[in-house]
């Protein structure tokens, strides 16, 4: 398998991102501007801000790799807030269009205001107002609930033939922390003392702690040496040690205590029960790494026999699950959508975006929403969390 380039990937996504940002951004002025009427300097109020939020993104993700300084780091906060508003204003705009084609479409066969220039022109920037004035308050309400710590997301994993010894076994599950540009040190201290608190026998971290380099941000994650569980807190790469560095992070991530299975098993004892906990490789990283398979069939040869725990970054790594005979998969990735309409849109990408469900009749499958939020610091109706799993005997 070839490994394709990491620094021609982010290249291909950062064009991908600029060039769908260039055009909904003259699609948002044209719509502002247009039915409205505006004309003057009402018209540069409107492109003016437009043009700084469309230039704020390749900013933004030049300043990515300056992690860790003061201004490349203010570039970003100011970047995803801006980004974060622009995309509610867009959706917004995206669903004043289609009301505004439906109103046409009614016009066609009785009488509305919109066959009058001066009322069609009213209406027009009322709605437009109305977009602005959501998306805003949206904006800030997102805002408001991603800076808020997580909340703790409790469930009971109910097991067939589970190991007497196993009843009551506490896995504690943080996923895509993100620490980089907009979530820091300080963050990462109140999760691990949250989790502390629970007593965990087992902590999981499910990839995509970081966003950044070592050199920029490796202070940020000392924390993870604070971990207190009985047996050890454990770490899978996620697709954003990819384009970080993964052995870099890896590396480090080891040296606090925190054990990396990169498809691998470590088996534990505990009061005599065997459980088997493996982790593998994000579901994408052969496309970089090609010796990084993501494979749970791998990650558990030569296993005993005892309750299997697989930790893996994407839920699509489930299907590799099913044939390991894995009794619990724990993932992240989704973030639940994050905000509104990806809350809604996640679904069409994910088999499973968030919660615990029962695959195949054989195995539990569990997704957290993320424990803080990547880009964009908004969160709406789909909270950051932290999970406490307790294995049951059914």
């Known amino acids: 398998?070839?490994?394709?380039?990491?620094?021609?990937?982010?290249?291909?996504?950062?064009?991908?991102?600029?060039?769908?940002?260039?055009?909904?951004?003259?699609?948002?002025?044209?719509?502002?501007?247009?039915?409205?009427?505006?004309?003057?300097w009402r018209r540069l109020a409107v492109w003016g801000p437009l043009a700084l939020s469309f230039g704020l993104t390749p900013a933004t993700f030049f300043a990515m790799s300056h992690s860790g300084q003061a201004f490349a780091d203010a570039l970003q906060w100011l970047g995803f807030l801006s980004m974060g508003l622009?995309?509610?204003?867009?959706?917004?705009?995206?669903?004043?269009?289609?009301?505004?084609?439906?109103?046409?479409?009614?016009?066609?066969?009785?009488?509305?205001?919109?066959?009058?220039?001066?009322?069609?022109?009213?209406?027009?920037?009322?709605?437009?107002?109305g977009v602005l004035a959501v998306s805003g308050a949206m904006a800030g309400l997102g805002y408001s609930q991603a800076v808020q710590d997580p909340d703790l997301e409790e469930h009971e994993v109910p097991v067939e033939g589970l190991d007497p010894a196993l009843d009551g076994f506490t896995i504690v599950q943080i996923s895509d922390v993100h620490v980089g540009p907009t979530v820091r040190g300080p963050v990462l201290e109140r999760v691990v003392a949250a989790i502390n608190a629970l007593?965990?026998?087992?902590?999981?971290?499910?990839?995509?702690l970081v966003d950044g380099q070592v050199s920029g941000i490796g202070p940020h994650?000392?924390?993870?040496?604070?971990?207190?569980a009985t047996h050890g807190a454990f770490f899978v790469t996620g697709n954003h040690e990819y384009y970080s560095g993964w052995e870099?992070?890896?590396?480090?991530?080891?040296?606090?205590?925190?054990?990396?299975?990169?498809?691998?098993?470590?088996?534990?004892?505990?009061?005599?029960?065997?459980?088997?906990?493996?982790?593998?490789?994000?579901?994408?990283?052969?496309?970089?790494?090609?010796?990084?398979?993501?494979?749970?069939?791998?990650?558990?040869?030569?296993?005993?026999a005892g309750f299997r725990l697989l930790l893996a970054h994407q839920p699509r790594s489930y299907e590799l699950a099913l044939e390991a005979a894995v009794d619990l998969q724990i993932s992240g990735?989704?973030?639940?959508?994050?905000?509104?309409?990806?809350?809604?849109?996640?679904?069409?990408?994910?088999?499973?975006?968030?919660?615990?469900?029962?695959?195949?009749?054989?195995?539990?499958?569990?997704?957290?929403?993320?424990?803080?939020?990547?880009?964009?610091?908004?969160?709406?109706?789909?909270?950051?969390e932290i999970t406490k799993l307790v294995l049951r005997r059914a």
């Open 1 to 40: 398998m070839d490994a394709t380039n990491p620094t021609r990937m982010r290249v291909g996504f950062f064009l991908t991102v600029t060039t769908f940002w260039l055009f909904t951004h003259i699609y948002v002025g044209w719509r502002l501007v247009k039915p409205s009427g505006l004309a003057g």
């Open 86 to 129: 622009f995309s509610l204003v867009l959706v917004g705009m995206w669903l004043r269009d289609l009301a505004w084609l439906a109103l046409l479409l009614v016009d066609r066969v009785v009488a509305t205001p919109l066959r009058d220039p001066a009322r069609r022109g009213f209406l027009a920037n009322a709605l437009n107002l």
């Open 199 to 208: 007593e965990p026998d087992l902590v999981a971290v499910t990839g995509d």
């Open 221 to 228: 994650i000392r924390a993870l040496a604070d971990l207190r």
């Open 248 to 304: 870099p992070w890896a590396k480090l991530v080891q040296s606090l205590g925190v054990e990396v299975l990169l498809d691998e098993h470590r088996v534990l004892d505990h009061a005599g029960a065997a459980l088997i906990v493996g982790g593998v490789t994000d579901h994408s990283a052969a496309r970089t790494q090609p010796d990084h398979l993501g494979d749970a069939v791998l990650a558990f040869d030569g296993a005993p």
């Open 333 to 384: 990735h989704t973030h639940g959508g994050q905000y509104f309409p990806f809350t809604a849109l996640i679904h069409l990408a994910q088999p499973f975006s968030q919660g615990l469900h029962r695959v195949a009749d054989r195995m539990w499958l569990y997704v957290n929403r993320g424990t803080t939020y990547w880009g964009p610091p908004i969160r709406l109706g789909a909270p950051q």
